[in-house]
Every structure is written in C-alpha cells, then in structure tokens.
C-alpha cells in the first residue's frame, strides 16, 4: 500500500506570492491533517480535514487555508507569503481521524520564502 | 490550551545504554502520541497511549494519567535510534487538534 505522498517536496517563492502544496492520503484514509514545523516554534497543528469537511483549526491567520477533495486528497494554500512561512509542512492521514487512530505522515514540503 | 513540556532537550549516548525520554502536559488528556522523526523530516508514529504502558521493539512506553505524565524508553540503544522524539497531546476539545512538545535529540554514539 503506498504511503502518504506529498507535492512538490521543496518550494521556493518570495514574499507577497501565494502556494498550494498538495497532499494524497493512503489509500481508504479519510481524515488528512496539516502541520508547520519550525526551528522555533516547533510542530503545529494547522487544520484537519474529513470527509472534503474542516473539522478542527490551529491557531493561525486566514492566509492558510485548505480544502479537501471527494478522493480525500487535500490542498493547503498560502497566501501573500510572509518571510515567517518559511518550514517544512507535513500532512498526515488516518482512517477516519479518531483519536486511537495511527497517523501516517508524508515526507513534507519544504517551503523557503524570500 | 495544553502546554507539553519534554526533557531533556537533548541527549547523548553510547551504544547499549538504556535511554528514557519524559514528557509532561497540563491538562488531562485522552490518549498521548510518541513520534519519531529522522533527519531530513520523516516522522513516524511510534506509539499512541491512552493509559498503562505499549511495547514495541526495544521500545516501550508508559503514561500515568493520574500525574499526566509519560516516558519514552529505548533499551539497548542503537546508533541507528539517533533522531528527534515528539510527544503530542489533544488539545482544544480535540483529539486531534495536537499540540506537540519541542522534541527531544537523541544522538546514540557507536
């Protein structure tokens, strides 16, 4: 069975423009997850996806958005990047998003702002 | 919100010596995530908790609810065990709105 699979995996772009970074669950997987790792801050929560449905958001500005489609894959979007933007942002997938559910990660993309 | 606190930051080892990681948070929780994440950014799964202890491989972990309070253990360990492990949380009435800790380094030596 493939793994979660993440595109593109690196990504330059420069203030003030907009990405998508795509995300394909394994296969069967409804709830997809998104997250931002940084040096300082860390991994955080950015939202989850089930069923083309958000059913639970971080702590961040309206800039990060997300979508889910009817085959589960999902789409994070950025926009007017800000230099802060720069991280690696991981999705991660389970069946249905319960909580004594495994999550499966992807590789991540790796975004650089300048 | 739930703040997860690890130690230590960091940790060196030789080969063989038994390693344990902590991880504490403030409010009570329903199950409590170990990751695994190498460099270069994979991260793994390595054990979800809910109450008592899981064993996997050389690793086990356990959770007191009651303190809210989990450890991380590697016996034997292995230069190959050489990453960061995050401990995770529900927060926010979410179980799966996670909050992480900052990740423990463990560098095993041969």
């Known amino acids: 069975k493939a793994g979660v699979t993440q595109t593109p995996r690196y990504l330059i772009k420069t203030r003030g423009q907009q990405v998508t970074l795509s995300c394909s669950p394994i296969?069967?997987?409804?709830?997809v997850s998104w997250y931002q790792q940084t040096p300082g801050q860390g991994l955080q929560f950015l939202f989850e996806?089930?069923?083309?449905?958000?059913?639970n958001k971080g702590n961040f500005p309206g800039r990060f958005s997300g979508r889910q489609f009817s085959n589960s894959r999902s789409e994070m979007n950025v926009s007017t990047l800000e230099l802060g933007d720069s991280a690696l942002y991981l999705c991660a997938s389970s069946l249905v998003g319960d909580y004594q559910e495994t999550q499966y990660f992807g590789p991540g993309t790796r975004l650089l702002v300048l | 919100k739930n703040e997860v606190e690890q130690s230590p930051q960091n940790l060196t080892a030789q080969e063989g010596e038994f390693i344990t990681i902590n991880c504490s948070y403030s409010v009570g929780i329903s199950a409590l995530h170990w990751l695994q994440q190498h460099p270069g950014g994979g991260i793994v799964s390595l054990f979800m908790l809910s109450s008592g202890k899981k064993k996997h491989g050389r690793l086990i972990a356990t959770i007191n609810i009651q303190e809210k309070h989990s450890s991380l253990h590697i016996t034997a360990s292995h230069p190959r065990d050489s990453a960061v492990y995050i401990c995770?949380?529900?927060?926010?009435?979410?179980?799966?709105?996670?909050?992480f800790g900052k990740g423990t380094l463990l560098t095993v030596n041969p």
């Open positions: 995770a949380v529900p927060s926010g009435g979410s179980n799966y709105k996670l909050t």
């Open positions: 996806y089930f069923s083309e449905t958000q059913r």
């Open positions: 296969s069967g997987h409804r709830s």
